[in-house]
C-alpha cells in the first residue's frame, strides 16, 4: 500500500473545555497577566486599559524586553517608561510564574521542580545539564489523557491543559533558579545555561496545540529569551491530524514516541495507535514540511524486555523508517513502582543499536539522568497527586 493509499484517520481530537475561546487570564484582583499573552493579545490588552493606539505597538516592544529579555517582574523598574504608564501597567497588569512548590536535584545534577498553578494542580519540570547545552523538559498538560502502558505520567488522569502562560512560565522559572537573565550594564555574556527546550513533560502536546504554539512563539522571539526553533523539539505520541501544524504554526524540530514495529504492541504501549496506527502515522511524518537531513525526525523508542527489543523488531523499524531522515533515540525504561516492563538488557539494547547504526541511522542510547529523583524519561508524576489519589480533586479539575 502507498501512502496515498492510506485511509485518513477521521476520529475527533480530544477537547479540554480550556481549550475553548475565553476571557485573557486574570489574577484574583482582576488584572491581566502578561506572561503568555502573544505580542498581537498584549496590543489588545494594553489599548483596552488606556494606550493611545499609535503608541500601542511601541509599548509592546519595550514591556516585552522588560519581561522576556530582562527577567523584570516589578513594572516600577521598567525605567524607559514614563511613571504615569508604569502605574498604569500595575494597576492592570501583574507578571506572575507558577509557583514553585519543591526543587530536588540529582546527584548527577538534574534538577526537578514540583510547580503549582492556578487551581492548585501541579505538574512537573526537568532541567538537563549536558556539557555545552542545558535542556529543560517541559510540560503542556496536568497529567495526561494517553495512558502509554509503560508510562507514570500516564497513570495520572487528565486534569487540564495548561495555559500558554503556564507554559511560557517553567521556562522563566527554571531560568530564575539558574540565574540565567541577563543583567544590565553587564558584559554580554552568551552562555546558555537552558539552551534546548523539550516538550516531553506531562502531558501530550498537541493536545493542547493552541496553547503551545502560543507559549512557543514567545519562547522564541528574538527580542526576548530567543530561543531557535531548531531548539525546540516537540515530542508526541502521534496526534496525526495536528502534526503538520507543527511545522507550519510553530516550526519546531519533531519527536515521536514510537516505541513498537507492529500495531498489535503498539496498540497496548501506545493506545492512541487504535487511533491512529503506524502506517497512518509514518504517512504523515513523510510529508512533514522542511524534512531533512538537518532537520531529522526523531524516533523515541523504550527498550522493554521481551516487548519489543528483539532483532526481529529493528529489522522491522529500519523497514518501516526508511526514506524518512531520521534518528533513533534508543531510551532504557525507566522503572518505576508498580510497572509492568522490566528494562532491557546493556547487551540487548546495544545489539539492537548496531542494527540500526549498521543500516545508516543515528542511535543514541539515552543516559537515563534523574533516577533517582524520579526525573528520568517516563517517571514525572506530581508526588503529590500520587499522595492524595483518595482526596478530592483540586479546584476546576476537569475530570475529562
Same mark, same amino acid.
Given at each position: 500500500?502507498?501512502?496515498?493509499?492510506?485511509?485518513?484517520a477521521?476520529?475527533? *481530537?480530544?477537547?479540554?473545555v480550556?481549550?475553548?475561546?475565553?476571557k485573557?487570564?486574570?489574577?484574583?484582583?482582576?488584572?491581566?497577566?502578561?506572561?503568555?499573552?502573544?505580542?498581537?493579545q498584549?496590543?489588545?490588552?494594553l489599548?483596552?486599559?488606556g494606550?493611545?493606539?499609535?503608541?500601542?505597538?511601541?509599548?509592546v516592544g519595550?514591556?516585552? =524586553?522588560?519581561v522576556?529579555?530582562?527577567?523584570?517582574?516589578?513594572?516600577?523598574?521598567?525605567t524607559?517608561?514614563?511613571?504615569d504608564?508604569?502605574?498604569?501597567?500595575?494597576?492592570?497588569?501583574?507578571i506572575a510564574l507558577?509557583?514553585?512548590?519543591?526543587? =530536588?536535584?540529582?546527584?548527577?545534577?538534574?534538577?526537578k521542580?514540583l510547580?503549582?498553578?492556578?487551581?492548585?494542580?501541579?505538574?512537573?519540570?526537568?532541567? *538537563?545539564?549536558?556539557e555545552?547545552?542545558?535542556?529543560?523538559?517541559i510540560?503542556? =498538560?496536568?497529567?495526561?489523557t494517553?495512558?502509554c502502558?509503560?508510562?507514570?505520567?500516564g497513570t495520572?488522569?487528565?486534569?487540564?491543559?495548561l495555559?500558554a502562560g503556564?507554559?511560557?512560565?517553567?521556562?522563566?522559572?527554571a531560568?530564575?533558579d539558574?540565574?540565567?537573565?541577563?543583567v544590565?550594564?553587564?558584559?554580554?555574556?552568551?552562555?546558555?545555561?537552558?539552551s534546548?527546550i523539550?516538550?516531553?513533560?506531562?502531558?501530550e502536546?498537541?493536545?493542547?496545540?493552541?496553547?503551545?504554539?502560543?507559549?512557543?512563539?514567545?519562547?522564541?522571539?528574538?527580542?526576548?529569551?530567543?530561543?531557535?526553533?531548531?531548539?525546540?523539539?516537540?515530542?508526541?505520541?502521534g496526534v496525526v491530524?495536528?502534526?503538520?501544524?507543527?511545522?507550519?504554526?510553530i516550526?519546531?524540530?519533531?519527536?515521536?514516541?514510537?516505541?513498537?514495529?507492529?500495531?498489535?504492541v503498539?496498540?497496548?504501549?501506545?493506545p492512541i495507535?487504535?487511533?491512529w496506527?503506524i502506517?497512518?502515522?509514518?504517512?504523515?511524518?513523510?510529508?512533514?514540511?522542511?524534512?531533512s537531513?538537518?532537520?531529522?525526525?526523531?524516533?523515541e523508542?523504550?527498550?522493554? =524486555?521481551?516487548?519489543?527489543?528483539?532483532?526481529e523488531?529493528?529489522?522491522?523499524?529500519?523497514?518501516?523508517i526508511?526514506?524518512?531522515?531520521?534518528?533513533?533515540?534508543?531510551?532504557?525504561?525507566?522503572?518505576?513502582?508498580?510497572?509492568?516492563?522490566k528494562?532491557?538488557?546493556?547487551?540487548r539494547?546495544?545489539?539492537?543499536?548496531?542494527?540500526?547504526y549498521?543500516a545508516?541511522?543515528?542511535?543514541?542510547?539515552?543516559?537515563?539522568?534523574?533516577?533517582d529523583?524520579?526525573?528520568?524519561?517516563g517517571?514525572?508524576?506530581?508526588?503529590?497527586?500520587?499522595a492524595?489519589?483518595?482526596?478530592t480533586?483540586?479546584?476546576?479539575?476537569?475530570g475529562?
Open positions: 500500500m502507498t501512502p496515498t493509499d492510506i485511509p485518513q477521521t476520529a475527533p *481530537i480530544t477537547q479540554d480550556l481549550t475553548l475561546p475565553r485573557m487570564p486574570e489574577g484574583g484582583d482582576g488584572r491581566i497577566n502578561i506572561i503568555g499573552l502573544t505580542r498581537d498584549l496590543r489588545a490588552a489599548i483596552d486599559a494606550t493611545p493606539e499609535k503608541q500601542a505597538k511601541m509599548r519595550q514591556v516585552w =524586553q522588560w522576556y529579555h530582562w527577567g523584570v517582574r516589578d513594572f516600577g523598574q521598567m524607559n517608561l514614563a511613571k504608564f508604569r502605574a498604569l501597567l500595575a494597576e492592570k497588569f501583574e507558577p509557583e514553585v512548590v519543591t526543587k =530536588q536535584v540529582s546527584r548527577d545534577g538534574t534538577r521542580y510547580v503549582r498553578i492556578a487551581g492548585g494542580h501541579e505538574v512537573e519540570v526537568v532541567y *538537563i545539564p549536558e555545552g547545552r542545558g535542556t529543560l523538559c510540560s503542556s =498538560q496536568v497529567g495526561c494517553l495512558t502502558s509503560f508510562c507514570h505520567t495520572q488522569k487528565l486534569v487540564r491543559n495555559t503556564e507554559i511560557v512560565g517553567q521556562v522563566m522559572l531560568r530564575d539558574l540565574g540565567e537573565w541577563p544590565q550594564g553587564a558584559p554580554k555574556d552568551e552562555t546558555r545555561l537552558v534546548n523539550v516538550l516531553m513533560g506531562m502531558g502536546p498537541l493536545y493542547n496545540f493552541d496553547n503551545v504554539r502560543d507559549a512557543m512563539k514567545i519562547v522564541m522571539d528574538n527580542e526576548g529569551i530567543a530561543l531557535g526553533r531548531r531548539r525546540i523539539t516537540l515530542s508526541t505520541s491530524p495536528e502534526i503538520a501544524r507543527t511545522a507550519e504554526e516550526g519546531c524540530l519533531l519527536a515521536v514516541s514510537f516505541h513498537a514495529t507492529t500495531d498489535e503498539r496498540d497496548k504501549l501506545v495507535n487504535k487511533k496506527n502506517a497512518t502515522l509514518l504517512a504523515a511524518l513523510r510529508t512533514y514540511p522542511n524534512l537531513n538537518s532537520e531529522r525526525i526523531t524516533f523508542y523504550v527498550m522493554l =524486555q521481551g516487548v519489543n527489543d528483539t532483532k523488531d529493528a529489522y522491522r523499524l529500519i523497514e518501516l526508511r526514506g524518512i531522515p531520521a534518528k533513533i533515540n534508543l531510551i532504557p525504561f525507566n522503572e518505576w513502582p508498580g510497572a509492568p516492563y528494562r532491557s538488557s546493556g547487551n539494547i546495544h545489539a539492537f543499536a548496531d542494527i540500526l549498521n545508516g541511522y543515528a542511535t543514541p542510547i539515552r543516559t537515563p539522568r534523574g533516577e529523583i524520579m526525573a528520568a524519561c517517571q514525572l508524576k506530581s508526588a503529590t497527586e500520587r492524595r489519589k483518595s482526596k480533586r483540586p479546584e476546576g479539575e476537569t475529562l
